[in-house]
């Protein structure tokens, strides 16, 4: 907690000193749940209850000048069920500049930055608070790389963003490798948007990996739904495995304060790295059916208050279901 008490001095100090024609803005966010695991294909896990804050993001932007921004992001939060007992810990998630040359659609992006392989899939979704989007949660690929990347416009409905980076998320390099990633978008119509997303990390200490996502979907100010299907390969040379997840969701405003949400994910693979998921740790040894349901109430702006339900439903026999109920809250300034 004195790093993040720390972090958060260090930007408040940022945002009053930054000189001359810069501007500078401060922002955060803050989420969690009060939890219980009613439910779990582990007996140790089952009936573990209580409160986390999943994450808090403390941001500052500099505007340095029309054309040269920054951005400086700590992220933390409370150790998952499956983590040692301990406290909140901060670290970098985005510490990049941004070029946009005079007159130009195309904007260069060099440090820790977000990774095209999540490009539209998380702010389509729009319920980060609630539940990460597939390849995040399944531990399939990194938000965040460390890298030179290159994003625009092609055409009015056409966009893309590109990036060659560490393959290493936000930590250092640890290898010869490296991880190179692709996004391409074209908006069929006014609200209706496709989107590719392929990366390869030729991570040469460890397993090469693949991960390839198709992306149709629609944000509108009444509703959003979108249909995903994502594919990951992982190939170490003495081992090849692949995931398959097929994703859908949907969301609802029902008037100005409430929203209904609920989310399908179908996992056609076993994935070993299911385990290790920090809030929702799941078995790896069987196919799987996730279902999440939830009321979005926002009594005032910048907050919400989510009741929701998470259900894991396993295909293999003698496997028992999860059900997680929670209280979803989330903040921001």
Not at 195 to 203: G, L, P, Q, V
Request: hydrophobic share 40%.
């Amino acid at each position: 907690m004195n790093r993040l008490l720390a972090a958060s001095i260090a930007l408040v100090a940022m945002a009053g000193t930054t000189g001359g024609a810069a501007e500078g803005q401060l922002s955060g966010v803050v989420f969690g749940d009060a939890y219980w695991f009613a439910a779990n294909h582990d007996s140790a896990a089952k009936d573990a209850n209580g409160l986390w804050v999943r994450r808090v993001y403390l941001t500052y932007d500099v505007k340095q000048t029309e054309n040269v921004s920054m951005r400086l992001r700590f992220e933390s939060g409370s150790p998952g069920l499956n983590s040692e007992a301990g406290k909140i810990q901060p670290f970098a998630k985005d510490a990049y500049l941004k070029w946009t040359p005079s007159g130009s659609k195309h904007a260069i992006y060099l440090g820790l930055s977000g990774s095209p392989t999540f490009n539209s899939v998380e702010s389509a979704w729009g319920y980060r608070a609630v539940e990460k989007t597939p390849v995040d949660l399944y531990r399939l690929g990194s938000t965040r790389d460390l890298g030179l990347a290159l994003r625009g416009d092609l055409t009015n409905r056409l966009d893309y963003h590109l990036m060659v980076g560490n393959g290493g998320g936000t930590s250092s390099e640890s290898n010869k490798g490296k991880k190179y990633m692709v996004s391409v978008g074209l908006d069929l119509t006014d609200d209706l948007q496709v989107r590719a997303n392929f990366d390869y990390n030729d991570d040469s200490a460890s397993a090469s990996q693949t991960t390839a996502q198709g992306f149709l979907y629609s944000v509108t100010d009444h509703y959003r739904w979108g249909l995903q299907y994502t594919f990951h390969n992982r190939d170490s040379g003495n081992s090849d495995d692949s995931v398959n997840i097929v994703s859908g969701y949907g969301a609802y405003r029902l008037n100005a304060d409430t929203a209904i949400l609920a989310r399908v994910d179908i996992a056609i693979d076993e994935n070993p790295r299911a385990a290790d998921i920090s809030y929702l740790p799941l078995n790896k040894s069987s196919r799987f059916f996730f279902i999440l349901v939830g009321l979005d109430y926002s009594p005032e702006a910048g907050f919400s208050l989510i009741p929701n339900i998470e259900v894991v439903s396993y295909a293999d026999s003698g496997i028992d279901a999860d059900v997680v109920p929670r209280l979803t809250f989330s903040y921001k300034f």
